[in-house]
């Protein structure tokens, strides 16, 4: 099916994934719902590519059932990205700019973060390469050599 995606969505969606959409668009001050859901599509694609093991599974249950299904439908690479190679790999795979993605991750991470939960985006940042804990909004520590 060929779709224009620039025309309205005529998909019907859940109470919880219209509050997810909502919030996307409201945190990433983006002027239509479509593109807040390009970028929760974007995102979680790309995160579902990163999260593995128990901790993908415990994100997918946390959120609303249109993201998950986002999230798990992705297979998990077998060489995990930094936080700067995530960003870069989404950029490249949309030919938005890095701002632009980075804006979009950031936007879309608020969300995730807040479905989630501290303690499940603390082990999910433990199981990740560095730098993803600035794109949850979080500083990142690391340990003395």
Do not use: N
Not at 3 to 8: F, Q
Not at 35 to 50: K, P, T
Not at 82 to 105: E, H, I, M, N, P
């Amino acid at each position: 099916m060929i779709s224009d995606r620039h025309a309205p969505s005529q998909q019907s969606y859940g109470a919880a994934y219209e509050q997810m959409l909502e919030k996307v668009r409201y945190e990433g001050a983006y002027p239509t719902r479509e593109r807040a859901e390009e970028a929760i599509r974007l995102v979680l694609a790309g995160l579902g590519r990163q999260v593995t093991g128990d901790e993908r599974v415990d994100l997918a249950r946390c959120l609303p059932v249109e993201a998950a299904r986002v999230l798990t439908a992705q297979i998990p690479d077998t060489q995990p990205l930094t936080g700067w190679a995530f960003v870069k790999d989404l950029a490249t795979r949309t030919g938005a700019s890095l701002a632009t993605t980075r804006w979009d991750t950031g936007s879309v991470f608020s969300a995730v973060a807040a479905y989630a939960g501290s303690d499940l985006i603390t082990r999910i940042l433990r199981q990740l390469p560095s730098g993803y804990a600035l794109l949850f909004g979080r500083a990142e520590l690391t340990t003395a050599a």
